[in-house]
């Protein structure tokens, strides 16, 4: 295993879209952690979805850490050019950024829809969001990274090389895993290292939704994949676990380039999930 540092003091991050979910629990193990984080969302006041940057940064600061809401809807280059420009201002530094903005809400309605029965404008949705946000974040707080010899995550899944939920959400994945490979070629010579990183099945606030059946259970059915026990899903925190591992391993640019499971990285590094247990719901 890895020498990893017991704490990311003085350590900036940036996690986008973390107003809940797996952007809120990565945010707030890096606050854990001691990091310094700057959250973005679109989330000013709680919707059908509870969850605010301004929540995630107050319970970061609870954690020890310091949490820095910043609304950005990530559609809007300008506002995201403003966002690392800021950083470059406050702190003339950035260590860690972790693409994870995803408009999970609306692509539900999709789940497991032959591709004939999904409409061009959830293409253009996905990929604005779930790949071309994460490019223009990369592209801005590049110059910084480089300096750092920083760490990019960009938040994929396994459906980048398996069917998972319809054929848009798969060929997304697959480019952002394809961007993961092609910014570390660029970046190999600076001493930034990228990676894709996969959570299974997370049991985010959508999913806490879901109600408790006659036999007591919280399960979700995945039209073409299956039903699953919500009780034997991870947390949003135990990716969190994973980023704040890579970015304290020194080694870390070895895994540079490429996707790593957050349950294989949690037996390589020697972290569980908040429960203790290392979840495998894929």
């Not at 350590?11 to 809940?20: F, L, M, N, P, W």
């Not at 301004?54 to 050019?81: F, Y």
């Not at 946000?133 to 990274?145: K, R, T, W």
């Not at 760490?151 to 848009?168: C, D, E, F, K």
Request: proline letters at 5%.
């Amino acid at each position: 295993m890895s020498e990893i540092p017991s704490t990311l003091k003085d350590r900036i991050a940036v996690v986008t879209g973390a107003s809940r979910g797996i952007g809120k629990g990565i945010a707030l193990e890096l606050g854990a952690a001691g990091a310094t984080v700057y959250i973005t969302g679109r989330s000013t006041t709680p919707g059908w979805l509870p969850g605010t940057v301004h929540d995630t940064a107050a319970r970061i600061d609870e954690l020890g850490g310091t949490g820095i809401p910043v609304v950005c809807d990530h559609r809007d280059d300008d506002a995201t050019a403003r966002l690392f420009e800021r950083i470059r201002d406050e702190h003339g530094t950035l260590d860690v950024l972790v693409n994870n903005v995803y408009n999970s809400p609306a692509a539900a309605q999709w789940l497991g829809k032959p591709f004939w029965e999904v409409p061009p404008t959830a293409w253009d949705e996905t990929f604005d969001i779930g790949v071309r946000s994460h490019y223009a974040a990369s592209a801005f707080a590049a110059p910084m990274l480089r300096e750092s010899g920083g760490l990019i995550v960009n938040i994929s899944s396994a459906g980048a090389q398996r069917y998972a939920h319809n054929a848009v959400y798969g060929v997304a994945k697959a480019a952002l895993d394809r961007l993961t490979a092609d910014m570390a070629h660029d970046l190999a010579d600076s001493g930034v290292t990228v990676v894709s990183l996969w959570p299974g099945l997370v049991n985010t606030e959508l999913l806490q939704m879901v109600p408790t059946d006659a036999e007591g259970k919280r399960q979700v059915t995945l039209p073409g994949e299956g039903t699953f026990d919500l009780a034997e899903a991870e947390t949003p925190r135990f990716a969190g676990r994973a980023v704040v591992a890579l970015a304290g391993d020194r080694d870390r640019q070895r895994r540079s380039g490429r996707p790593w499971q957050v349950a294989d990285l949690a037996e390589d590094y020697g972290f569980t999930d908040v429960d203790g247990r290392i979840p495998r719901v894929y």
